[in-house]
């Protein structure tokens, strides 16, 4: 038959929770040494009995085990405090995102002439001005551009008739040449 299942609550007799301490006690510090020497790991123990009496074991030094505790946890502290600041900085930056993106989506349905009866006299003023300075500078890029084609289609026409100049000139020595050749025949 097996044993039945230990009720985990505080052991009312003084002597009963004595002999069940020290039991229990030596069974945890033979398992802290067990796990040290079989994984090779740092482990450290510390206990102290409900008298104040202190027990500990360490596998590298109890004092040592602690100090690298909390060399471990003040680092991961610090970088947990350098995540939760970063964190909240993205946040606020996703925000910041956000407002602007919702700002600049209003202030291109203005400019598409949506959503224009909230704004006040003023506002209108200022879009209608920010309108004319885009027309404007779409006005002069187009006249740059056009400019810049008449320019182009200047120089093509130059040369489409330099070359057709140069073609008639050739023809004109062809007609010659055959007209010669046609004489010479005719001649003979």
């Given at each position: 038959m097996g044993r039945g299942k230990v009720v985990l609550e505080?052991?009312?007799?003084?002597?009963?929770?004595?002999?069940?301490?020290?039991?229990?006690?030596?069974?945890?510090?033979?398992?802290?040494?067990?796990?040290?020497?079989?994984?090779?790991?740092?482990?450290?123990?510390?206990?102290?009995?409900n008298e104040g009496k202190l027990f500990h074991f360490g596998s590298t030094g109890t004092?040592?085990?602690?100090?690298?505790?909390?060399?471990?946890?003040?680092?991961?502290?610090?970088?947990?405090?350098?995540?939760?600041?970063?964190?909240?900085?993205?946040?606020?930056?996703?925000?910041?995102?956000?407002?602007?993106?919702?700002?600049?989506q209003l202030l291109n349905r203005h400019l598409l002439g949506?959503?224009?009866g909230s704004l006040s006299l003023k506002k209108l003023r200022n879009l209608e001005k920010?309108?004319?300075?885009?027309?404007s500078k779409a006005r002069k890029?187009?006249?740059?551009?056009?400019?810049?084609?008449?320019?182009?289609?200047?120089?093509?026409?130059t040369e489409l008739e330099q070359q057709n100049k140069e073609l008639k000139e050739k023809i004109d020595k062809e007609m010659q040449l055959q007209e010669g050749n046609y004489r010479r025949r005719g001649s003979l």
């Open positions: 505080r052991i009312s007799n003084k002597v009963n929770r004595q002999v069940t301490f020290g039991k229990r006690k030596k069974g945890l510090l033979k398992k802290a040494s067990e796990l040290s020497v079989l994984c090779d790991a740092e482990v450290a123990l510390i206990l102290f009995s004092k040592n085990t602690i100090d690298r505790y909390r060399q471990f946890h003040s680092k991961n502290t610090i970088e947990g405090e350098d995540g939760e600041h970063e964190s909240q900085s993205i946040c606020q930056a996703v925000t910041k995102l956000n407002a602007k993106y919702q700002s600049l949506e959503d224009l920010q309108i004319e300075g885009t027309l890029c187009k006249t740059k551009k056009m400019l810049e084609r008449v320019e182009a289609l200047r120089k093509l026409d």
